[in-house]
């Protein structure tokens, strides 16, 4: 997935219609044509694919339900302090070995998806109730198109923290994403 917002590229609202898209997407072409940008050619040719690839997913109903879940419910990137005492030497050392690949599933996540989850779960392994590989593993396996398997996962996170709005907002956009 591009890093910048498939929205922003065709400048575009995240409500917009598939009229509003097709016809963004018309405009963008005719703008970024490397025949109106000579001077700029390659640049013309970077724009136009990011524009192309941005009209795939938005026009596509299923690619772009998918793209609005993953926006929406992005990844964690840092896991939350733990705090050990001196006589808790060995689980400090596994909390150090699950963060390791906690931090190697947040790598590989934007272009890896199933190694990502790999890391996760290994992280997962390491140290259970560590809620923000838990959420990145669901992230992973939505992306996968495992569905179910991603809301044991959220519901987990939501079982360690209950108050937390974000993952119940994760829930219900999960709920809509797998509406038909």
């Not at 938005?58 to 990844?75: C, G, T």
């Not at 998806?113 to 396996?141: R, S, T």
Request: a positive charge; one cysteine or more.
């Amino acid at each position: 997935m591009s890093e910048q917002n498939f929205y922003e590229i065709l400048e575009v609202y995240p409500a917009a219609s598939k009229e509003e898209i097709e016809t963004a997407f018309r405009m963008l072409l005719y703008k970024y044509h490397p025949d109106h940008n000579s001077e700029r050619e390659e640049w013309s040719h970077v724009m136009t694919a990011k524009v192309v690839d941005a009209y795939q997913c938005l026009s596509d109903p299923e690619r772009r339900k998918l793209y609005n879940f993953l926006i929406y419910s992005p990844l964690k990137k840092k896991a939350g302090d733990r705090k050990f005492m001196f006589f808790q030497g060995k689980q400090k050392e596994q909390w150090q070995a699950a963060l390791l690949r906690f931090n190697a599933g947040v790598v590989l996540f934007p272009r890896q998806k199933a190694k990502a989850g790999a890391k996760f779960k290994e992280a997962i392994h390491l140290w259970p109730k560590f809620p923000e590989a838990l959420y990145n593993l669901g992230l992973c396996l939505i992306e996968l198109k495992k569905y179910d398997e991603a809301r044991s996962y959220f519901n987990q996170v939501k079982n360690l923290n209950p108050k937390e709005h974000e993952i119940r907002r994760t829930l219900r956009r999960l709920d809509e994403l797998t509406k038909k």
